[in-house]
């Protein structure tokens, strides 16, 4: 018979065991909604569904989120609507010149973005806790706070989407990494390129209006067909009818189709490298110079009229407009086309702050397919790449063939989304072992993936609002419950239910 002495040691030891494997329970990493499913769908309650496919040489990377109510500018004829942001900070006329719209009232693109940890050069805590060790930790470059090496993946639904790539950067305690070196012919819009981004800078001088008047110095190619048969219709911005656009906030939520290049203007890219011609702009400083014989207006390195690059300039738009690379009638006329069809706008036509290019790089090695569903408000974005591409910048992702597990780290920008503008989700997992978080799915060709029949992750996203800006240094004070175990016990053992419970 047990004394009452070991029949309280006995029940102790019950009580015990049951409360390991509640608290086992609570701390399992799995903050899935629906792990698996059939059908291409995001559940309910989810907000992101994420999926990883492989094949022998290439991997893929699939999101779908559900764009949000706009909120942002306030007040403004945008608002409550659902729409795809595939504008990224248009230009409008000041009363000087072409320029950003004021701050406050400005409109951005949707992105999303996501980092891998390198498995040879592991960042300390970023398995466990993500975002919060890399970007947002108080600091206001994007680089780590400790020695490490992530490979960075950004897609931006106005800069790069259209031309159907992303920006691949690194980020190392130092700096983000890009393409450092400024090559042909990249470097004729600015002194130096380095990657897909935006740089409108506005003409000046006299002898015409385009330049009294500041115009940007690159409009798109009227006139001109592009892939699919579409025309683009007037130099500037046009909204969903073709017709020039003057009001954004009430015609951009509006364009609900991605089909349409309305956004991007490529003033230069290698042909060779991609064969896919998406040039679709005029160079109105090359305009200028064969209309008027001027170069004032060009940056430095291009008024050089004896120079390689000044040669190489001219002969490129020169073919690019069918255009002779000496004073022209023809020149004088679409410059003062141009200008009349700004004036007949009213002076409120608008035009793209989105200038990007392509040359051969290791920062163009991610090709990008995308769709927005209108009725449901949702974005598909798919994002390719090489396993291992070779370069010292890029992670290696080969050895998801061998079981390898890989943590990534997953935000999305919701332009104009006031308080979930910039949502993130806690690190996730992924690889092909049974016990990630997503399963990675080993197919025969990315590019033919039957995404509705592979794996999936979906969760809810952590508002931007729900932790202070400098993100480690409150979650290491003893304000945060957790801050002792932060990089050690990764976030979602404490979190999951508010996560899979958010509103």
Not at 44 to 71: C, E, G, H, L
Not at 74 to 80: D, Q
Not at 179 to 204: C, H, M, N, V, Y
Not at 334 to 356: C, F, H, P
Request: charged share 20%.
């Amino acid at each position: 018979m047990y004394t009452v002495k070991a029949k309280k040691r006995y029940y102790f030891l019950v009580f015990i065991v049951l409360f390991l494997i509640v608290f086992m329970s609570s701390c399992k990493d799995d903050s899935s909604v629906t792990p698996t499913e059939s059908g291409d769908v995001l559940n309910p309650n989810a907000q992101i569904k994420m999926q990883v496919a492989f094949d022998a040489s290439n991997v893929a990377f699939r999101f779908k989120w559900r764009s949000q109510p706009k909120t942002m500018p306030a007040g403004y004829g945008n608002n409550g609507k659902i729409y795809p942001g595939q504008f990224h900070d248009m230009l409008k006329h000041n009363g000087t010149r072409f320029d950003r719209l004021p701050s406050g009232t400005r409109m951005d693109e949707d992105r999303v973005t996501f980092m891998i940890e390198n498995i040879s050069q592991p960042v300390q805590g970023f398995a466990a806790s993500g975002c919060f060790v890399s970007c947002h930790s108080g600091m206001a470059s994007h680089n780590l706070d400790n020695a490490g090496f992530l490979d960075h993946w950004h897609w931006r639904g106005g800069r790069s989407s259209p031309m159907n790539y992303a920006e691949d950067a690194a980020v190392s305690e130092v700096e983000r990494v890009r393409d450092l070196t400024g090559t042909p012919p990249t470097k004729f819009i600015r002194s130096g390129g380095d990657r897909l981004r935006e740089d409108q800078a506005a003409l000046a001088g006299t002898g015409h209006p385009v330049l009294e008047n500041g115009f940007p110095r690159f409009l798109f190619n009227k006139g001109k067909t592009m892939s699919g048969g579409y025309v683009i219709p007037a130099y500037f911005l046009t909204n969903e009818a073709g017709v020039v656009m003057t009001d954004p906030y009430t015609q951009i939520p509006e364009i609900k189709s991605l089909d349409v290049n309305r956004s991007l203007v490529v003033v230069y890219q290698n042909l060779n490298f991609d064969p896919v011609n998406k040039v679709n702009s005029i160079d109105l400083g090359y305009l200028v110079y064969v209309a008027l014989g001027i170069t004032s207006h060009l940056p430095a390195h291009l008024q050089d009229v004896n120079s390689a690059d000044f040669t190489f300039w001219t002969n490129y738009w020169s073919t690019e407009l069918n255009l002779p690379t000496t004073a022209s009638t023809q020149s004088l006329t679409k410059l003062d086309e141009i200008y009349q069809e700004w004036v007949s706008s009213g002076n409120s036509a608008m035009t793209t702050r989105s200038v990007g290019f392509i040359y051969e790089s290791d920062q163009h090695d991610i090709t990008s397919t995308r769709s927005f569903d209108a009725a449901k408000g949702e974005w598909t974005v798919t994002l390719y790449r090489k396993l291992s591409t070779g370069s010292v910048r890029d992670g290696d992702l080969s050895a998801l063939q061998s079981g390898q597990k890989y943590t990534l780290s997953v935000a999305v920008h919701d332009a104009g989304g006031a308080a979930i503008s910039h949502d993130f989700c806690f690190p996730v997992q992924f690889g092909t072992a049974e016990d990630v978080h997503l399963k990675a799915a080993s197919v025969s060709n990315v590019q033919n993936a039957q995404w509705n029949t592979l794996p999936s992750y979906q969760t809810r996203f952590i508002r931007q609002s729900s932790v202070p800006r400098t993100y480690k240094d409150w979650l290491v004070s003893g304000t945060h419950p957790g801050a002792g175990l932060f990089n050690d016990l990764p976030c979602l053992s404490c979190h999951k239910e508010e996560i899979l419970n958010a509103p």
